[in-house]
């Protein structure tokens, strides 16, 4: 019997093992039994018997085991049991596999006379149970679904189920795989099954949702199979349409810009496939849609361009079939009015969609009438130009620019002309807008990519050399910006359009985003690195006579257009001509030892030159330093540079004495190893020795930065020691007398306040602050010893010692630093508290010795003295809290020395530094979460923050009252620290007991001010309704002022003072009136009309109490101050009742 009859026989219930073993001899490669090539052998009768055949097996196996009995994936992972699978669902599986191979071969090769009823009853039944199959049997449930779509692609009858439930499955696969590209292209060609689901049906309605879902994928749209599937489902439904639609525009914000292309793709290959109500659908739903929504929606809108994008596509598909009369026909009920309109910001939109897609015009008009529509919409161009807002004339800008890129060679020359002189000669001038000057630059580039331009553009551009010294940086960028454009693309000379000397002076002075771009313009003129490396330095050369500080400018910068390799060669080049112009000066001892040959520039330098050689020096530590991590990380080319340089370094600093030529040869020295100099070591200490007090910081920088780089620091801040050490004075011998006067050692060799200026440099620069925390602690505490020891000084002067002014102010300054030492050596050592307990020392040093002369009863000298000290350790105190070096214990302690300088006779006069503190301490109390163990000492601490903060305020009033002129200074001075302070409650959500007791101070202090000023009022015509807060009185008026300042703190205040009107605490019409005046500023803004309508509601109840008083003489004050109120309050609700436009 053949193989043939042997598998038609096989396919029978009683025979299941011999068809499975057929089947398993199908899947191996290796057996030469092939059903692809059985079944088209067998004569039509046997291929139909065999699918009645296998219809019954089919049904034999699903009756004796139905799908009911199927153990499924749910059961199979149940718990950790096991769950053992019987014999007859295995073999279910089998079969069920079995025939479906068979049918998805029989697929193939039906015939077109096939009766293939029988084969369709088996897609049919694996179609009912394919949902059913357990998870474990995926790839039988994916085999199923390869059937049915072979089926719908072979047309055959009964498709249209078989093809939904495979459409369906690719559907839910798309949406749900992270990568499903194959998935994909199956779907692609199940697409037209769902032209055959009724939208409305309830198959429709159940695929609306993944399919909508498609869109919210990148894979699906940037994929050429996603773009088809999803293009085609423009053809379903017109309703789908407008779901599409909106689906898009709510996701294009989530978009990235490189999507919204795809989105317009897709837009467009849908629109070019619609046909008759679907094309209508889309045009009105979709492309008008966004055609309005781009004029419409604001610029800053996160759609806005992603809008603009998709049309753009659109513009650009202009040389298409029918796009010109699209546009034309769905632009002309909405652009023309929009061009129009009176919002600048839809005019501008308008026009920038106007001339991206001009001409608009309809192919099918005669030429007459197209001529007459494009010469319309050219004057509608200069007509765009002239537009008073100078958002549109930048849009008309960037629009006629890109037209005239566009269609040179379509527009009239006189046209052209006349545009472009507009541009240059009028819009480039434009003296009202830096966006629209700075617009015609940017958008020059555009016009010089069309080469036809250049001609007439070579002639038009020099108009435009002064914008190179526009006022506005932007501008000076889009000019050199357009300056390089013309150098590319070879449009004129650039510097006949801006001159050489005029390119050089603005580099010289402007900021790096002009001059870089400038050093690029002019980098292959002085920098042709195709040429000869002498040729290099001979540019150089020439750009350093010609213009100095552009030269360090250039050389600044020239590392981002060249390689580093070139740089290092430069700077021997010019290592080279160096040598070169002190052999010919005659140096016979470098000559001897130097053989280098002289060049041209032989006639041009000389050593007598010394601003040239100061030049080339400085270009070369330029350079260096441009190119110094690079070096770094090559050290070959290190070591051979270095080696170079340190050759010639002595020779130089012997030959070039100048103070010009120093500073650059000292910070040379400082890239070199310190060991390749030892020499210059001892000089540049003995520099920093010799160097007076006073001096100018460029006179001791260089010194101080090289000794940090050689790694010599310490030599340094061994020289500040012995400086400060030597010059503390010390008392005669035996001398105990009450004279008080002072001696001191070694004045005239030491030089205490040079000394504190290397320290300040040191510390004030990242670079030599982190060279100084190197060093071991025990170098540095020397340093610490002696600052603090200058305390004494400041004690001795202010107990009347004859200290002169010159020698306290370096106590004072030593005792600042002595903080700022502080503050960083206790960030270094973290671990151990010494360098804040020194900080607690000095502040209660300053408690006993220093405030008991912040009192009237101290001579003029001492208040001072004492005020600038306390004042320097509140300052101190305050750096300690910002940099979070401070702990609790500390801060406290801060709390305790503040308590006490304001309980001092002239403690006011340090309440701005007080504020300050008191905001560190606040930002620190309110910025952490506590510990559960710290939760009790943090709510001490911010009652006693808040109790000293409500001090301030009161002192600040009773100084206003005593002395009303010296009070307004101190509310002047403490303004700002007030602000400050304030602003520390926007951050504040748990801790509402700081902001009560803050607030409450604040809105005590305002009404009792006010009241206090209305008491006093004599007569009725003093009763006035303030139209600002500078009508208030002095303290009233700087609260209000820093309150105002900030909507959140506003907000507050206004809580605040609604809590105080709810709690009775205002028991006069005089308080009232307070109020309702200080409502009154407040209405000034818009921000709070909910809060004000609230509390003006509850103040009208409260001083209806009062109506009384309106019984009395009508020249009573009292009267008259509540039918002030009353009309003030009703000003305020009336305001809170108009509607906000």
């Known amino acids: 019997m053949s193989k043939r009859k042997q598998f038609l026989e096989s396919v029978h219930h009683e025979h299941v093992q011999d068809f499975l073993n057929f089947i398993r001899l ?85 015939q077109e006379n096939d009766n293939y009823t029988s084969l369709l009853e088996c897609a049919q039944t694996l179609n009912c ?165 781009a004029m419409l929606l604001h610029r800053n809108s996160p759609v806005h361009s992603k809008v603009r994008q998709i049309l753009t596509y659109f513009h650009k598909q202009k040389f298409r079939e029918g796009v010109d009369e699209m546009l034309h026909r769905l632009y002309k009920p909405i652009l023309w009015k929009a061009l129009k309109a009176t919002n600048a910001e839809v005019r501008a939109s308008a026009t920038l969609l106007f001339t991206e897609a001009f001409p608009i015009h309809d192919p099918s008009m005669s030429s007459e009438m197209v001529d007459q529509a494009v010469q319309k919409q050219l004057d509608l161009l200069f007509a765009l130009l002239d537009d008073p807002q100078p958002l549109v004339r930048s849009s008309a800008v960037l629009g006629v620019c890109s037209v005239l890129a566009r269609c040179w060679e379509v527009i009239p020359s006189t046209v052209i002309t006349d545009l472009l002189e507009k541009l240059i000669l009028q819009l480039a001038n434009d003296t009202s807008s830096p966006d629209v000057r700075c617009s015609v630059f940017m958008c020059m580039s555009i016009i010089l990519d069309n080469s036809l331009s250049h001609p007439l553009m070579e002639k038009l551009l020099p108009a435009l050399k002064s914008s190179l ?216 200490m003995s520099h920093l020795r010799s160097l007076k007090a006073g001096t100018a910081v460029t006179a001791y920088s260089q010194s101080v930065e090289c000794l940090c780089s050689w790694g010599q620091i310490s030599h340094i801040v061994e020289l500040i020691e012995n400086w400060l050490v030597e010059a503390i004075p010390v008392r005669v011998q035996g001398d105990e007398d009450t004279s008080g006067k002072v001696h001191f050692d070694g004045l005239e060799e030491s030089k205490p306040d040079l000394g504190l200026e290397y320290l300040d440099y040191v510390l004030l620069h990242p ?31 202010l107990s009347g010692a004859e200290v002169s002014v010159a020698v306290t102010e370096t106590a004072l300054r030593a005792f600042i630093f002595h903080g700022r030492l502080c503050i960083h050596l206790q960030h270094k050592y973290p671990e151990e508290r010494e360098f804040l307990k020194s900080l607690e020392h000095s502040v209660s040093w300053v408690e006993e010795r220093v405030l008991p002369f912040l009192a009237s009863s101290s001579s003029e000298q001492q208040l ?70 710290q939760e009790d000492q943090l709510s001490l601490t911010i009652r006693i923050l808040t109790n000293i903060f409500q001090k301030v305020v009161e002192i600040i009033a009773h100084r206003l009252r005593k002395d009303k002129e010296e009070g307004q200074e101190l509310c002047c001075s403490s303004e700002e620290a007030l602000y400050d302070f304030l602003l520390v409650t926007k951050f504040t959500t748990e801790r509402s007991e700081f902001i009560t007791g803050v607030f409450s101070s604040l809105c005590a202090a305002v009404i009792i001010d006010i009241s206090r000023t209305l008491q006093k009022i004599s007569h009725v015509e003093e009763v006035l309704t303030p139209e600002s807060v500078n009508d208030l009185p002095p303290l009233s008026n700087t609260i209000l002022k820093v309150i105002l300042r900030s ?95």
């Open 129 to 293: 149970i394919e949902s059913a199959l357990p998870l474990s049997h995926t790839p039988l449930q994916q085999a199923i679904h390869w059937l049915f779509e072979c089926w719908w692609r072979r047309d055959l009858k009964g498709k249209e189920d078989l093809g939904w439930t495979a459409f369906l499955v690719c559907l839910e696969n798309t949406v749900t795989l992270e990568k499903p590209v194959s998935e994909l292209r199956r779907l692609c060609t199940l697409r037209e099954v769902l032209l055959s689901v009724d939208f409305a049906s309830e198959r429709g309605q159940q695929v609306i949702d993944p399919l909508l879902q498609c869109f919210f994928r990148p894979s699906h749209i940037k994929q050429e199979e996603g773009k088809r599937f999803l293009a085609f489902l423009f053809s379903w439904n017109d309703n789908f349409i407008r779901m599409i639609h909106e689906t898009i525009k709510n996701q294009l914000q989530f978009f990235p810009k490189t999507l919204s292309v795809h989105v317009a793709e897709i837009y467009f290959r849908a629109w070019r496939k619609a046909s008759g109500s679907f094309l209508e659908e889309i045009e009105s739903t979709c492309i008008q849609d966004l055609m309005q929504h």
């Open 469 to 684: 010294h526009d006022s506005s940086e932007k501008v000076r960028v889009a000019f050199v910006g357009m300056l390089l454009k013309i150098k590319a693309v070879r449009a004129a000379k650039f510097w006949k359009v801006c001159s050489l000397e005029h390119l050089l002076a603005r580099l010289e002075i402007d900021s790096p985003p002009v001059s870089k771009r400038i050093v690029n313009l002019l980098f292959n003129s002085f920098f042709p690195v195709n040429q000869p490396e002498t040729v290099w330095c001979e540019r150089c050369v020439t750009l350093i006579q010609t213009n100095p500080g552009a030269a360090r400018k250039f050389y600044q910068h020239a590392y981002l257009y060249t390689a580093p390799a070139n740089i290092v060669k430069l700077m021997l080049v010019i290592r080279k001509c160096l040598n070169v112009c002190i052999q010919n000066a005659g140096d016979d001892e470098l000559a001897s030892s130097n053989k280098e040959n002289s060049t041209m520039l032989e006639d041009v330098l000389s050593v007598q030159d010394t601003a040239s050689m100061a030049s080339l020096l400085e270009i070369l530590v330029i350079l260096w330093k441009s190119v110094q991590k690079s070096l770094m990380a090559n050290q070959e080319a290190f070591k051979y540079t270095t080696s170079k340089f340190a050759s010639v370094l002595p020779q130089y600093l012997k030959i070039f004495q100048e103070e010009r030529c120093k500073a650059p040869l000292i910070l040379l020295a400082s890239l070199l190893p310190a060991s390749s100099v030892p020499a210059l070591r001892s000089k540049v």
């Open 26 to 110: 199908h899947k191996d490669g290796a057996d030469p039994f092939d059903l692809a090539e059985v079944l088209p052998e067998l004569q039509r009768s046997q291929r139909q018997e065999l699918w009645e055949r296998q219809l019954k097996l089919l049904q034999h196996s699903l009756t004796a085991h139905p799908p009911e009995r199927w153990i499924t994936g749910a059961e199979e992972d149940a718990g950790d049991m096991e769950v053992e699978i019987s014999e007859e669902q295995i073999q279910t599986m089998a079969v069920i596999e079995g025939v479906t191979i068979v049918s998805t071969v029989s697929v193939d090769i039906l």
């Open 864 to 933: 001072s003295l004492s005020r600038k000290t306390v004042e320097s350790c509140l300052t101190v105190c305050k750096d300690v809290l910002r940099v979070s070096v401070g702990d609790g214990d500390f801060r406290d302690h801060l709390l305790q020395h503040v308590a006490s300088v304001l309980q001092t006779e002239k403690g006011y006069m340090c309440i701005p530094p007080v504020l300050a503190l008191l905001t560190e301490v606040a930002q620190g109390c309110l910025s952490h979460k506590p510990e559960e163990d």
């Open 1047 to 1141: 909507p959140a703190v506003t907000r507050f205040f206004l809580s605040e003072m609604s809590s105080s009107i709810e709690s009775e605490a205002i028991d006069s019409i005089t308080q009232w009136a307070a109020v309702t005046h200080i409502l009154t500023i407040i209405k000034q803004s818009d921000a709070f009309i909910v809060e004000l309508k609230e509390i003006a509601l509850s103040v009208r109840r409260q001083i209806q109490n009062y109506y009384n008083i309106t019984a009395e003489n009508s020249d009573n004050i009292q009267r008259t101050l509540y039918e002030s109120t009353v009309r003030m309050l009703n000003d305020i609700l009336n305001q809170c009742q108009q509607p906000n436009i």
């Open 767 to 797: 670079k030599t602050r982190d060279c100084l925390f190197t060093l071991p602690l025990d170098q540095i505490r020397p340093l610490h010893k002696a600052l603090d020891k200058w305390k004494s000084l400041l004690f001795s002067s």
